[in-house]
């Protein structure tokens, strides 16, 4: 719980979903076994998201017809994510290799761009149109499946850099991230009644996880204002990288030749 505490309050300022860097807290940490370690990092985000999204509503910001958008597309691709994580990736090697992939990449992104509300001003873009943003959507549900992420780290910032105001894009990606990542808990509870080994979400972590996410995106949400965002992200893009290198040479390089 004070892991994800901390995490959450780190990783909102950035911009950017806990459920990132709490998925390597608990391989190397918790020793959540794997592919338990995704539906668990996924019961997180479903605990942690339903106060900001009462407050986003309370607010009058609901996400509107964008919600639904991202619904549509993340729903069927968390799902399929979520078969492919246990039929096709529930060793840890491979898993690895993936992870790396996909934490690299998105590390080093953070790292050296601006956030979009920085580096350009709103609706200087075309807006994406909607069958693009559903297959966007439906590629990133099922990176979400895998990874245990909800994704709203990814489309959040795609969005806002492609014109669409953030007042619109938080909530919406939000309710994206919660929907989906409900979708995925129940799929992998479903796949464990069919399958051997720790498949099933370790639910009594998940919620404590998602206990403390709660409280520390509502502290990172209140003391944005007061942090250097781009700092804030650059340092969290950096983590990002290491802990995606470390997987990397887990699986390709001290395994790959040692055979550990």
């Known amino acids: 719980m004070?892991?994800?505490?901390?995490?959450?309050?780190?990783?909102?300022?950035?911009?950017?979903?806990?459920?990132?860097?709490?998925?390597?807290?608990?391989v190397s940490v918790l020793g959540t076994p794997s592919p338990a370690v995704t539906p668990t990092n996924l019961l997180y985000n479903v605990v942690s998201t339903p106060g900001a999204l009462y407050r986003y509503r309370r607010q009058g910001q609901t996400g509107g017809t964008l919600a639904l958008v991202l619904i549509i597309g993340t729903l069927p691709g968390v799902i399929i994510g979520s078969v492919v994580r246990v039929e096709l990736l529930p060793g840890e090697r491979m898993f690895g290799i993936v992870a790396a992939a996909f934490l690299i990449p998105l590390g080093i992104w953070l790292a050296l761009t601006r956030p979009a509300s920085v580096s350009r001003p709103a609706g200087s873009h075309r807006a994406l149109p909607t069958p693009a943003l559903i297959g966007l959507a439906a590629v990133v549900g099922c990176v979400g499946g895998i990874y245990g992420i909800g994704g709203g780290s990814i489309l959040a910032p795609i969005l806002i850099g492609s014109g669409r105001p953030a007042s619109q894009v938080a909530p919406a990606a939000l309710a994206s991230t919660f929907v989906t990542?409900?979708?995925?808990?129940?799929?992998?509870t479903l796949l464990s009644l069919h399958q051997q080994g720790s498949i099933a979400p370790d639910w009594p972590t998940g919620i404590a996880?998602?206990?403390?996410?709660?409280?520390g995106g509502y502290s990172g949400a209140r003391i944005q204002s007061r942090l250097p965002d781009l700092l804030m992200r650059r340092l969290v893009g950096v983590l990002v990288v290491v802990i995606g290198a470390r997987y990397l040479w887990l699986s390709l390089g001290q395994r790959w030749l040692w055979g550990v």
């Open 209 to 215: 996880l998602g206990v403390g996410g709660l409280a």
């Open 181 to 188: 990542s409900m979708a995925g808990v129940v799929t992998f």
């Open 2 to 26: 004070a892991a994800a505490f901390v995490i959450a309050m780190v990783a909102t300022p950035a911009g950017i979903s806990g459920a990132v860097l709490l998925l390597p807290f608990q």
